[in-house]
């Protein structure tokens, strides 16, 4: 398999999960601002839509969407548990907690991407993504885990999202329940892997 990913970008989720299931992968790094691969392919050519994350598989076809390919990765090493089995109610719990992240927490952030966003609908948007942010703390009380004591690949997910609370300006820290979650998940070693390989990425672009 082959991760199309940006260093940092939504992409990461993916990338921690490819390390947690131990399978063996390879990543293309992929400049967002000209649509060019490392290897200096034309990234509309592999996804239509001109967005990391992309996975190639190794028959060819090309997943697009995190919440979707941390799940077909998930499902390829099943004895990790990264994911409940499929057509289990905790299968639908780990949906129900990707669509959130989804749709609530990472497209909100949007606005604070774009240099020409005027601050007041920045601020904004702060607020209504840390209304969002307090509701997943709550949820993270007494747990480890969004789904309870045992890491998946929602919680891969997640983690993307409260590292770009910080890149953003939005301060987390009213939130001990989520505070300490990211700590706890910033540790592992497959995320940590994650993380410094997307660092030395970016340095040498």
Known sequence: MKLYFAPGACSLSPHIVLREAGLPFE?????????????????FTINAKGAVPAL?????????????IVQYIADQKPEAKLAPAAGTLERYRLQEWLNYIASELHKSFSPLFHSTTPEPVKQATR???????????????????????????????????????????????????????????????????????????????
Do not use: C
Request: proline share 2%; charged share 25%; no cysteine.
């Open 127 to 205: 607020e209504a993504l840390l209304g969002k942010f307090g509701y997943v703390n709550r949820q993270l009380e007494g747990k480890q885990f969004l789904l309870g004591d045992r890491f998946t690949v929602a919680d891969a997910y997640l983690f993307v999202m409260t590292t770009w609370a910080r890149f953003t300006g939005l301060d987390l820290s009213r939130f001990p329940a989520l505070t300490a979650y990211h700590q706890r998940i910033k540790e592992r070693p497959a995320v940590q892997a994650a993380v410094d390989a997307e660092k030395k990425a970016k340095a040498s672009a």
């Open 27 to 43: 990543l293309e790094q992929v400049d967002l601002k000209t649509k060019k691969t490392r290897s200096g392919v034309d990234f």
């Open 56 to 68: 190639q598989l190794d028959g060819g076809q090309v997943l697009t969407e995190a919440a979707v």
